[in-house]
T-cell receptor, first 113, second 114 residues
Framework: GEQVEQLPSSLIVQEGASVLINCSYT??????FPWYKQEPGKRLQFIID?????ERKQTQRLTLLFDKKTKHLSLHITATQPGDSAIYFC????????????FGKGTSLVVHP | DPKIIQKPKYLVAVTGSEKILICEQY?????MYWYRQSAKKPLEFMFS???????DNQTASSRFQPQSSKKNHLDLQITALKPDDSATYFC?????????????FGSGTRLLVI
């Protein structure tokens, strides 16, 4: 089945820095890639997504890049703030049917003021 | 206001007992899911329901039984609880059963089995 790997597993940065979270998947049939953020003790919240017919998507301080050939995604967060401290999850799902999304193990981001 | 309500937030249970985790969503979504998150494993898919029908079950054990009494409810009954069942259980929903739409998650029920 699909496997989703995230690197690094954790990041610690100073406020204002930019960070890059990498995600790779194995199943070429995956077409939809939503990302979620989970603050300590809270629910997962959708933050950005991309479909396999796109290469780039940007919203505010988030930029998501997608490379279909290498089956790789990267989430770039600029001008980080302490409020960005959370675990970030990449997920991948296939087209239609009963395919449920597969999640990565998450990347823990800590932003120090 | 939370759009997906999970109850209780914390739950301590004795090995061998039975518990029901409650989930209600007020988003008008037609699909609901259960996921499990523990320190040992990443977010694990358990069940998906669409229009109150079971669509997918990836839970090996029959001790886990989803129950959908209403379209916006998907409770999770766990019987013969074991310490390994200790985890945070998340309910989620989406507009349709198509996985190509983002999910809205509940805040989770943290279960500790002693």
């Amino acid at each position: 089945g699909e496997q989703v790997e995230q690197l690094p597993s954790s990041l610690i940065v100073q406020e204002g820095a930019s960070v890059l979270i990498n995600c790779s998947y194995t199943d070429s049939a995956s077409v939809y890639f939503p990302w979620y953020k989970q603050e300590p003790g809270k629910r997962l919240q959708f933050i950005i997504d991309i479909r396999s017919n796109m290469e780039r998507k940007q919203t505010q301080r988030l930029t998501l890049l997608f490379d279909k050939k290498t089956k790789h995604l990267s989430l770039h967060i600029t001008a980080t703030q302490p409020g960005d401290s959370a675990i970030y999850f990449c997920s991948a799902s296939k087209r239609g049917g009963n395919y449920k999304p597969t999640f990565g193990k998450g990347t823990s981001l800590v932003v120090h003021p | 206001d939370p759009k997906i309500i999970q109850k209780p937030k914390y739950l301590v249970a004795v090995t061998g007992s039975e518990k029901i985790l409650i989930c209600e969503q007020y988003l008008g979504h037609n699909a609901m899911y259960w996921y499990r998150q523990s320190a040992k494993k990443p977010l694990e898919f358990m069940f998906s329901y669409s229009y109150q029908k079971l669509m997918d079950n990836q839970t090996a054990s029959s001790r886990f039984q989803p129950q959908s009494s209403k379209k916006n409810h998907l409770d999770l009954q766990i019987t013969a609880l074991k310490p390994d069942d200790s985890a945070t259980y998340f309910c989620a929903s989406s507009q349709t059963g198509d996985p190509n739409s983002d999910y809205t998650f509940g805040s989770g029920t943290r279960l500790l089995v002693i």
